[in-house]
């Protein structure tokens, strides 16, 4: 707003620049999905430890792969995660079987307890919630309202509600307090009139940790939004793992494949973990075709990791070296080398040659290899789309990810100019925005070429724009960048000169 000018001297307006900046995003977020043991079912939630995994999805069985990729991922460097809980409730009993004696679980697979006529239930499914220890006692100011008490003694959460009231609409109505701010208990319908006697909640049936996933329960289905469809709806995210649903049991190759099309679709990469079948070099060069050939946004490591609990799935490990490299040298690093290393892993479960890295490499398959001072490291950087024989463009996987990152960044960046007049005030100001975020990532080392005309372009005009587009309302802007690619092979030319002969 201009300065009313009324004394002679000097004024200040303050001008908006009108710029929108178009702000990085984040490049490893990483999503795990599977089997937990207790948690939210089909939500995504955030995991910035493996504190956080414990204290909402765990304790885990010793040796389970969803709670191993989680400790692989933060131990190797990884700082942000979303934990995808999916679930299969356990079959209705059949009428045609009998019936055992003692509790049934119920389908949804929930705790149930009751406290006089007031029914609860665990928060989620699980055999978890059966340890669940509940008290109600009066409140003090109102007998018709209570106060609640609830434990869980198996990873010592406990919460205290006062004041909660039975009566529909109350501003401490119980179902709903409990719904917003209770991460272990439910309210269960029907709801008495009034609050029960003091006492303590006795178990009326057990929950339920469900049956073993099937690909179908992964998968999940898209009108219902359950499984991997949930995460459409959920934060974004650039990483997926799908630890195996134990130690000798593999995802096949068609869910994988649905897999990869669906992170494709949330410019997000899949990180693919070997068969427990492969056992050998010829079994992961028989067996590659299957898994994702030709689909830039999947990747393959190979062999397991070795540790106390036996072979298990390096997808988290390589999820943190990824996270890792970004942070510190950036997305259009590979995240392989001497600096990959991995942190808490004691060994691979198959050790391979110079020779045996030559076949995979060429493949498209990653090793994992032993490096000087026996660590195991990550040793290749190839999506599925990099076999030699493709020459695709994103054979690199640093270079399919920057591609994915620019797109990501530009595409939630840009939305204002959704609705703006398509002309060439509109085309000027997205060549400025997006020129500007493409020259941060130039000076940042992202890029091939030692100026912004040789590393990248941006173009938004009437020469993408046609007259045809505009009266459809499209705006057409063309982004280009040289990559960095990553030396996979350098090359020693020597040359060695004798000692010169001294002439008496």
Known sequence: MP?????PGVAIDETPTGLRPVAAQPTAVTVFAGRAWRGPVGQPRPLRSLGDFLREFGPAPAGDPLAAAVADFF??????????????????????????????????????????DLLLRAADPGRWGDGLQVQLGPHAQDTQRFDL?????????AEQFSGLSLQPGHPMEAGPVLQAQSRLLRL?????????????????????????LTPAD??????????????????????????????????????WSAVARLARQQRAVLLIDPPSTWRTVDDALAGASALCEGQPDAALWFPRLAGPDGLRAPCGAVAGVIARTDAQRGVWKAPAGLDARLVGVAGLALTLTDLQLGRLNPRA?????????????????????GADERASEFKYLPVRRLALHIEDSLLRGLTWAVFEPDAEPLWA????????????????????????????FVHCDAATTHAEDQR?????????????????????????????????
């Open 3 to 7: 300065t009313p000018l009324h004394i």
């Open 75 to 116: 131990a190797n460097g990884g700082s942000q995660a979303l934990l995808l809980r999916v679930y299969r409730p356990p079959e209705p009993e059949s009428a045609t079987v009998p019936a055992p004696a003692g509790p049934m679980p119920l389908p949804d697979g929930c705790a149930r307890l009751a406290l006089g």
């Open 149 to 157: 008490w609830v434990q869980d003694p198996g990873n010592g959460q």
């Open 188 to 212: 269960q319908a029907p709801v008495p009139d009034a609050p029960p006697p003091a006492g303590t909640a006795r178990l009326l049936r057990p929950g339920s940790d469900g049956g073993p």
């Open 218 to 255: 992964l998968l999940g289905d898209e009108a219902a939004g359950s499984g991997l469809q949930a995460l459409a709806a959920g934060p974004a995210f650039q990483l997926l793992c799908l630890p195996p649903p134990d130690a000798h049991t593999d995802w096949p190759p068609a869910l």
């Open 365 to 385: 398959i990653n090793g994992l290899r032993t490096v000087p001072g026996g660590r195991p490291a990550v040793w290749g950087a190839r999506t599925r789309d």
């Open 429 to 456: 100001q997205l060549r400025l925005h997006a020129g500007s975020f493409m020259y941060k990532l130039f000076r940042q080392g992202a890029f091939q070429g030692s100026r912004p005309a040789d590393a990248y």
């Open 472 to 504: 459809r309302g499209v705006v057409r802007l063309h982004v280009g960048f040289a990559p960095l690619r990553p030396s996979e092979f350098v090359v020693l030319r020597l040359a060695l000169q004798a000692t010169p002969t001294v002439e008496g």
